[in-house]
């Protein structure tokens, strides 16, 4: 048997449970260090939020300005604004947004019954990422997505279409339903004025802080950001 299994067995028999804790008088062993308090001076920096399919990033001024930007599949988003610091979460107000709009231009009934809708848009976007919330008399709905020449739907007998309403899914995006004259069929003609589109509205968003990143609940999805290292 080694010296040192000895050592270690005669401890456990004799019941010495201060085995191996420094003889008397020799100096104690150094406390864990406490990290320093969180404030906004500390917090200031660049964070990454990347994961699987999103790239986001995160930039808290020590000026009290913030910046973020997120990509996500089709989605591009971005805010820009100040933020704080309560002591435990991260707070975000975004600068003043003007937000996208649908305005309905002219609407008329149809002689048959048929749904038919163009909607004008800014260049470079395309019709196929919109679609049509239909609210029939009976209460129910119909919902179709825009192809790039707009929409163009027969509709079943007995359904009547009351109102539309359009979405733009990848945003969130859904204006108010515009009534439709005529008991049948209609026709109506929208244009989407894109304002801020992509610009995110924060009104002191909390954000929680633990043991120095950020974490964002967006879409669905739970976005840590890491603090990126000093260039």
Known sequence: MTLLRSLV?????????????????????????????????????????????????????????????LSYG?????????????????????????????????ARPLPVNRIRLTLDLPPGMSR??????????????????????????????GERVVAVALLLPVHGLESEPAPLPGAGGGEAHFRFDANDLGKVLFERRRLPVAQGAILLERHGRSILFRRLAAP
């Open 74 to 106: 089709a989605l591009d988003e971005e805010a820009r604004g100040t933020w704080a610091f309560d002591g435990r979460d991260v707070l975000l107000t975004s600068d003043p947004v003007v937000a996208p709009k649908f305005v309905l231009l002219a």
């Open 9 to 69: 067995l005669g401890c456990f028999a004799s019941g010495l449970i201060a085995c191996g804790a420094p003889a008397a008088g020799s100096p104690a062993l150094a406390a864990p260090l406490t990290p320093p308090p969180l404030n906004a001076a500390s917090l200031a920096g660049r964070y990454d939020g990347h994961q699987t399919e999103i790239a986001a990033w995160l930039e808290l001024g020590s000026d009290g300005r913030f910046h973020y930007a």
């Open 128 to 157: 196929q990422y919109f679609k049509a919330r239909m609210t029939l008399a009976d209460g129910g709905s119909i919902e179709r997505q825009f192809t790039e020449e707009g929409l163009d739907a027969f509709l079943g007998p």
